[in-house]
C-alpha cells in the first residue's frame, strides 16, 4: 500500500477496497482494509471537502423528518410572515430562533449558523 497522490491512485484504491469489504474482523486483510480506509479517507477529505449545510435547508430537512408544516414553526420563530422570511433566505436566523429551533426541533446548533 501506499499513499493515495492521483486520481488514478484512488481509483485502484477504491478497486482493491471493494475485494476487501467484508475481510473478517481480526484477520490480515482486515487490517488491510482499515489501512486501506485511512488513506482512502485522507485522499477524500484533501480532495472532495465536504461544505456544511445549508442552515435553512437543515430546517427544511428537520421538518420533514419531524412532518411539520411552515406554520408549525410559528411558535419557534415568529409570525407566519417572519417564517416565510426565514425559509425563503429573506431574513437570517437570530440568536434566540437558532437556540429554539436547536432546544424544540433536535437541530444541532453548528448546523444553524452560517
Do not use: W
Not at 43 to 68: A, G, T
Not at 80 to 99: F, H
Amino acid at each position: 500500500m501506499k499513499v493515495i497522490k492521483t486520481e488514478k491512485d484512488y481509483q485502484q484504491a477504491l478497486e482493491k477496497m471493494s475485494t476487501l469489504f467484508h475481510a473478517i474482523p481480526g484477520s490480515t486483510e482486515f487490517e488491510d482494509a482499515e489501512l486501506l480506509m485511512a488513506l482512502i479517507e485522507h485522499y477524500e477529505l484533501k480532495h472532495f471537502p465536504m461544505l456544511p449545510p445549508d442552515p435553512i435547508e437543515v430546517i427544511k430537512f428537520r421538518m420533514e423528518q419531524l412532518n411539520l408544516k411552515r406554520k408549525d414553526l410559528e411558535k419557534y420563530i415568529g409570525t407566519r410572515a417572519r417564517v416565510s422570511e426565514v425559509l425563503n433566505g429573506k431574513r437570517t436566523l437570530s440568536l434566540q430562533m437558532i437556540k429554539t429551533l436547536s432546544k424544540e426541533l433536535g437541530i444541532p446548533i453548528g448546523s444553524l449558523i452560517c
